[in-house]
């Protein structure tokens, strides 16, 4: 059964029932978000499924982060007056999500939240038949209040860096694939591996997203989670890093501000990367 719109309307606490309708983490909380802001992206929370399960169920940072992102840079960029405003609040906003998150459950990465190995057959059954999941339902109606309060406060805070260029890798793919000011935006606080978390790279996650979002055009009501496009960017990005997924390890660099991954950029930084994402 294809998701559907959910029909609750009980504010950022009914985060259990809109993820048991929307089936996937990354949706829930990009649609959770949304609702709080008063913006409709069907088609770009659809594109977020293949965000779940720590991008496209490989196990790293948690779909609900994902989704969450994507909702605050949509939201930096209406209450932005330029971009690099919006790219500083869109990152300085995911990382109080992600530190409001991370203090709940002592870690970002989905794998050691669902004890789940998503691509093996055995440890899927095992997540369902422990009753694993059901913690996955129980964050979300937890959790939900807390993102949304996090949000709220990383939107609303002044930053003296707005009047300095700045620049995220994740947007950067984004422009290159074709997305809109408001998509290139979107995807901002990705950048550095989710919030300059040094995680999985935040370029691949806004190139799946970009292929997704391709794929949801063409595509009616279905969910994106295993949308052909995504799994080809994956392919390309795995054969260009040598497998290496994490920011830190393709970069040699841990980003400790917005300030150094715009001078990384600057200088090249993951140009080829980009390219070949933007490409693939």
Known sequence: MEPTEPTTRDGPNDGKKVFRELKTCSRTFFYILNREFGHQKELEERASDSLAGGIMQEGH?????WGASLAVGAEAYWRCNNQNQAITVAVNATKKIMNSFEKREQTINCREITHCDFSSKLSMAKYFFTGRFLHCFNLAEKWAPEAVKSAMEGLSENNDETSKDCLSCATEVAKKMGASDEESIMVAGFAGGLGLNGAACG?????IWMKSLKWCHEV???SSMDNPYAKETLD???QY?????LCSQITN?????LEGHTRFLKYSGCEGLINVLSIS
């Open 241 to 245: 890093t040598n497998a290496k997924i």
């Open 236 to 238: 390309a990005f795995y």
């Open 220 to 222: 009616a009501k279905k």
């Open 61 to 65: 940072q948690c779909g609900m982060l």
């Open 203 to 207: 370029a691949l996650a806004a190139a």
């Open 253 to 257: 660099e841990q980003f400790n501000n």
